[in-house]
């Protein structure tokens, strides 16, 4: 079933850092955050850059706002301000990391993770997210390694788990992946993918039933995932239910035209097994 269910890459963990004691705009452009009111709370940190054009936290606040917001190269810029004004910013090296990481640069991103590292020792995403670098390198003793200690540091950052439950998945170990993921669900009840992993450990353990349950959730969570409604469709598909698997495949690509080949690939194949099963 590998390869007729998409499984979810890993998580980069950002970090946000409170100003105490500097403007309150700084402070309250991340708590709208919070709010998923990305834009205002931009708009919020662009006035406190004006008022404190000097505060590395301004800077670093905004990127991670623009990060999340998807305007990379802007955030880039603003890691880039926050470390020239403070050399010893690790959440910024480990925030930067995650923008060279999504870009392929993963020399730039083990280089920051690495200086993180060296200005804070104990700071468990970048542990995680050398981990998910390492990983993407072919390290993956490393990788196992960085995450483990990500955990020991902080047994409570979901995506540590999550990223090392991908590791397990892709060198076969069921039960860790599955035990990762759930952990991360337990700590992250709103960590859409950490479902969608999970459900595809469930198919490839035979539960299918239980996979349609993660399946659901994830999809109550976020309902533009396409590749969610793939994972689902497949399921439907080998439990009898080719309406139902029709409307999620019309529907995966309503919202990815691209997948298109994939999907159709990905049915012949659970199609020929479903036969050979029968035979």
Known sequence: ??????????????????????????????????????????????????????????????????????????????????????????????????????????????????????????????????????????????????????????????TAYFNRGVLYLSKGDLNGALADFTRATELAPALARAYVNRGSVLVAMGQLNKALIDYDLAIELDPLMADVFQNRGMVYLLLGREDDANRDFARCLELDSSLKFSLEAAIKTAKQRMIERKN
């Not at 946000?16 to 403007?23: E, R, T």
């Not at 709010?35 to 708009?43: G, H, V």
């Not at 010893?88 to 990481?101: E, F, L, P, T």
């Open 1 to 158: 079933m590998r390869k007729t269910f998409i499984i979810s890459c890993c998580l980069i963990a950002l970090t946000v850092s409170i100003a105490n004691g500097q403007s309150d705009l700084i402070n309250r452009g991340t708590s709208w955050m919070s709010r998923d009111d990305l834009e205002r709370a931009i708009k919020d940190s662009n006035i406190a850059i004006t008022f404190h054009p000097e505060s590395p936290a301004a800077y670093y606040n905004r990127a991670v706002l623009l990060q999340a917001h998807g305007e990379t190269e802007k955030a880039l810029a603003d890691y880039n301000r926050a470390i020239a004004i403070k050399p010893r910013y690790a959440s910024a090296y480990v925030n930067r990391a995650g923008i060279y990481y999504a870009h392929g640069r993963l020399d730039l991103a083990l280089a920051d993770c690495n200086r993180a590292l060296e200005i804070d020792s104990h700071h468990a995403s970048a542990y995680t997210n050398r981990g998910v670098v390492r990983s993407a390198r072919g390290d993956f003793e490393g990788a196992l390694a960085d995450h483990n200690k990500a955990i020991q540091l902080d047994p409570k950052l979901p």
